[in-house]
């Protein structure tokens, strides 16, 4: 007789799956069936270690520069889930959409009081133990009209940024507004893609961290909605704003 | 279940595993060091798949920012961190493909599948699982071998692989299907005695 091909072909499609060789639906069902069980789940990593070895075969190839540009544009608006470690201290004042609202409002005079409420306030109470220094900066992003577009407030303790829109001027239909940080004297780096409904959250790397800084600037151009391809601002500048804080 | 790596390779798989663990603790220079070693890997992959330029940029960009976005899902006692980069590539095509491409084979792709190329590499310079499945496929005839192939690097339907190759898809299916179970049995045998 032949192999028992009809005794068992539900086996089968866990390696189908990693083949690749399921139409979309049966693609699904094998996703769902993964969510919900292990050993569908362990079978696809099996068929995976098994079928992936044949990807050896196919020649590199590099990407053109853009692509990283892009990604790194994405990638600044990363809205990151709360990782399990820091749920607690994600759910406390720096998510609390309420306070960004208000600091929206009148921006420039709330953003000033802010900072001296942030910068000073916890210096005035020094009795605290070892309460690490908080440093925070604050810009006020102005727009060609006069009109404060966002506000960017960067809680350098923690690396992350918050950006949350004012009066943002409305962009035509294709284009996004892209976030940058111009350090005193140097090309622009690009920070991420922002939004103009509601707040952004930015983790702020390495690169960016040790740029922030009084001598430095925030601006925001006009780009495709995902990001300049070339990595430098490709559209004109709609607003600007200095960095204050220490 | 632990990913079996070969002596020659583990060195780069243990650092890739490393780089991602801290991807997802949100380090971006790791980021940029993963995007650096494996991004030509993953566009050759696209490429393969899509056949078109901008379209594989598009699906690299998209697995890079889901790399980010869920580096913490990536389990190093249960996959190796490339076996896990390429699937997230490959899911990344096959799913632009059932989107974009559901009826018809393009030329381009049709093209690709008559050569299913890529050719096998000189087997001296692959890992010990490639060269593993190359014995197993061995054992196959020679239009199972090469529906197999045809299959992995077009990420073809069955309907649209029997559409080209001009046979009924049943005789698709049989011949996609016998191949995996014959293979299943020798990998398993050569997992147990290498």
Redesign the interface.
Same mark, same amino acid.
């Given at each position: 007789m032949n192999t028992p091909l009809d005794h068992e072909p539900e086996d089968l499609r866990y390696a189908e799956y990693v083949l690749g060789v399921l139409d979309a639906d049966a693609r699904a069902a094998v996703e769902r069936e993964m969510a919900a069980d292990p050993h569908a789940a362990d079978e696809v990593m099996r068929w995976q270690r098994y079928l992936l070895p044949l990807a050896e075969d196919i020649t590199d190839s590099a990407p053109p520069d853009r692509v990283w540009s892009r990604i790194q544009g994405r990638i600044g608006q990363t809205q990151s889930l709360p990782r399990t470690t820091d749920i607690r201290e994600r759910r406390g004042w720096w998510s609390n959409l309420f306070v960004w609202r208000s600091f929206a409002f009148g921006a420039t005079a709330v953003a000033a009081a802010c900072i001296i409420a942030l910068v000073l306030f916890p210096r005035a109470r020094v009795a605290q133990p070892a309460a690490p220094a908080i440093a925070y900066m604050a810009s006020a992003i102005t727009q060609t009209d006069g009109q404060v577009g966002w506000t960017a407030t960067m809680d350098i303790t923690h690396a992350r940024m918050i950006v949350v829109p004012a009066k943002p001027q409305t962009l035509p239909t294709g284009r996004a507004p892209e976030l940058w940080l111009i350090p005193a004297g140097q090309k622009p780096i690009a920070v991420g893609m922002i939004d103009s409904g509601a707040p952004t959250n930015i983790k702020l790397d390495k690169a960016l961290l040790t740029r922030i800084g009084p001598d430095a600037a925030l601006a925001v151009s006009v780009e495709p909605p995902s990001g300049s391809p070339t990595g430098q601002p490709t559209g004109p500048v709609i607003g600007k704003g200095s960095i204050t804080g220490t | /279940?632990i990913?079996?790596m070969t002596p020659e390779s583990s060195d780069r798989a243990l650092a890739l595993a490393r780089e991602l663990q801290a991807v997802?603790?949100?380090?971006?220079?790791a980021?940029a060091t993963l !995007?650096k070693r494996t991004? =030509?890997?993953l566009?050759?992959?696209c /490429?393969?798949m899509l056949g078109d330029r901008g379209e594989?940029?598009d699906a $690299?960009?998209e697995v !890079?920012?889901s790399v980010?976005?869920s580096a913490?899902t990536f389990d190093a006692t249960?996959?190796?961190a490339m076996?896990w980069l &390429?699937?997230l590539a +490959?899911n990344q095509c096959?799913?632009r493909l059932? +989107?974009h491409r559901?009826v018809p084979l393009e030329d381009a792709t049709a093209t690709r599948l008559v050569d299913p190329d890529?050719?096998?590499?000189a087997l001296t310079e692959?890992?010990e699982? +490639?060269r593993? $499945?190359e014995r197993c496929l061995g054992v196959l005839a020679d239009q199972q071998k090469d529906a197999?192939?045809a299959?992995?690097?077009?990420?073809?339907? !069955? =309907?649209q692989?029997a559409d080209h190759v001009g046979v009924p898809l049943a005789t698709m299916k049989?011949w &996609?299907?016998?191949s $995996?179970?014959? $293979?299943?049995a020798c990998?398993e045998r050569s997992e147990t005695n290498p």
């Amino acid at each position: 007789m032949n192999t028992p091909l009809d005794h068992e072909p539900e086996d089968l499609r866990y390696a189908e799956y990693v083949l690749g060789v399921l139409d979309a639906d049966a693609r699904a069902a094998v996703e769902r069936e993964m969510a919900a069980d292990p050993h569908a789940a362990d079978e696809v990593m099996r068929w995976q270690r098994y079928l992936l070895p044949l990807a050896e075969d196919i020649t590199d190839s590099a990407p053109p520069d853009r692509v990283w540009s892009r990604i790194q544009g994405r990638i600044g608006q990363t809205q990151s889930l709360p990782r399990t470690t820091d749920i607690r201290e994600r759910r406390g004042w720096w998510s609390n959409l309420f306070v960004w609202r208000s600091f929206a409002f009148g921006a420039t005079a709330v953003a000033a009081a802010c900072i001296i409420a942030l910068v000073l306030f916890p210096r005035a109470r020094v009795a605290q133990p070892a309460a690490p220094a908080i440093a925070y900066m604050a810009s006020a992003i102005t727009q060609t009209d006069g009109q404060v577009g966002w506000t960017a407030t960067m809680d350098i303790t923690h690396a992350r940024m918050i950006v949350v829109p004012a009066k943002p001027q409305t962009l035509p239909t294709g284009r996004a507004p892209e976030l940058w940080l111009i350090p005193a004297g140097q090309k622009p780096i690009a920070v991420g893609m922002i939004d103009s409904g509601a707040p952004t959250n930015i983790k702020l790397d390495k690169a960016l961290l040790t740029r922030i800084g009084p001598d430095a600037a925030l601006a925001v151009s006009v780009e495709p909605p995902s990001g300049s391809p070339t990595g430098q601002p490709t559209g004109p500048v709609i607003g600007k704003g200095s960095i204050t804080g220490t | /279940m632990i990913a079996r790596m070969t002596p020659e390779s583990s060195d780069r798989a243990l650092a890739l595993a490393r780089e991602l663990q801290a991807v997802a603790d949100g380090d971006r220079s790791a980021f940029a060091t993963l !995007y650096k070693r494996t991004s =030509n890997k993953l566009f050759g992959v696209c /490429m393969q798949m899509l056949g078109d330029r901008g379209e594989a940029e598009d699906a $690299l960009q998209e697995v !890079y920012v889901s790399v980010w976005r869920s580096a913490d899902t990536f389990d190093a006692t249960r996959a190796a961190a490339m076996t896990w980069l &390429i699937t997230l590539a +490959r899911n990344q095509c096959i799913d632009r493909l059932r +989107r974009h491409r559901e009826v018809p084979l393009e030329d381009a792709t049709a093209t690709r599948l008559v050569d299913p190329d890529p050719e096998p590499p000189a087997l001296t310079e692959t890992s010990e699982e +490639r060269r593993r $499945l190359e014995r197993c496929l061995g054992v196959l005839a020679d239009q199972q071998k090469d529906a197999v192939r045809a299959a992995f690097f077009s990420g073809a339907t !069955y =309907n649209q692989l029997a559409d080209h190759v001009g046979v009924p898809l049943a005789t698709m299916k049989s011949w &996609i299907r016998r191949s $995996l179970i014959r $293979l299943r049995a020798c990998l398993e045998r050569s997992e147990t005695n290498p």
